[in-house]
């Protein structure tokens, strides 16, 4: 093992501790089973994301021996899970002032069960991630993914994930069935300007306007929050933000 890998799996190492230390302080909070507690919930994701963001940008890059690449990755997917989870809870806070109970302990129980998901669940998911990676075709395609992801990251203030992973949360959460992203076709590129992406709602009922009104407004805010321009065409969103599509 080089000196360098040495010296950043223990910056991974002392990393971990802090997320550990963040995951206890949720945990208390989420306890308390109060509205009132959001706010504290969603510095603390902060310094979550802030803290997986330095393992998979600084540190993780230069761990070569599997075992060890294994080991980071199967925690880092609990990790992602958990924030994955917060923001639904935050989202449902904001949209509905009000949180079941039966909620709160499924988090819990999350949190708590954290050693158990990540020998029996997470680890698993991470082996076949990194034999997929290892795969040239694969890993080519991840690495474009990773790549995009990194640059979205830095450009917003602050996201529990991707910016397409807001979106659909937003687009879950207020009743659409389905969220498509594409490229702008020639003809949209020609009556706007800028038009990088193209995001598409739908309903069962498709006669629905004041729900795809509502929520395309909802989606519009959330990205005009990022410097984002946005015009709304029937069920159509266009805008200068390049969202990943396949």
């Known amino acids: 093992m080089s000196y360098i890998e040495k010296k950043y799996l223990d910056k991974i190492e002392e990393t971990f501790n802090n997320l550990s ?3 206890y302080n949720i945990l208390n909070l989420i306890k308390f089973k109060s509205l009132n507690k959001v706010d504290e919930i969603a510095k603390e994701c902060a310094n979550l994301n802030k803290n997986m963001n330095l393992i998979l940008k600084k540190y993780y890059p230069e761990i070569k021996i599997m075992e060890d690449k294994l080991k980071i990755k199967s925690t880092m997917n609990f990790y992602y899970d958990l924030l994955d989870n917060l923001i639904d809870f935050i989202r449902q ?3 509905y002032q009000k949180i079941d109970e039966k909620y ?4 819990i129980e999350f949190i708590k069960s954290k050693n158990n998901l990540i020998e029996n669940k997470y680890k698993a998911i991470a082996t076949r991630e990194l034999t997929s990676f290892y795969d040239k075709q694969s890993r080519e395609k991840l690495e474009r993914i990773l790549a995009f992801k ?15 992973e807001e979106i659909k949360k937003i687009a879950q959460i207020s009743g659409i069935n389905k969220i498509l992203f594409r490229a702008p076709n020639d003809k949209e590129k020609k009556e706007f300007n800028n038009i990088n992406s193209v995001l598409s709602l739908y309903i069962n009922d498709m006669n ?16 005009e929050s990022k410097k984002y321009n946005v015009t709304i065409i029937s069920n159509k969103l266009l805008t200068d933000a ?4 396949e």
Do not use: A, H, R, W
Request: charge should be neutral; charged fraction near 25%.
């Open 93 to 95: 806070v904001e949209n």
């Open 104 to 107: 709160y302990n499924t988090l």
């Open 150 to 164: 990194l640059k979205m990251n830095n450009k917003q203030f602050f996201n529990f994930g991707s910016l397409e």
């Open 242 to 245: 390049k969202l990943f599509f």
């Open 208 to 223: 629905n306007i004041d729900l795809l009104t509502k929520v395309s407004n909802e989606i519009k805010k959330f990205l």
């Open 21 to 23: 230390e963040i995951e």
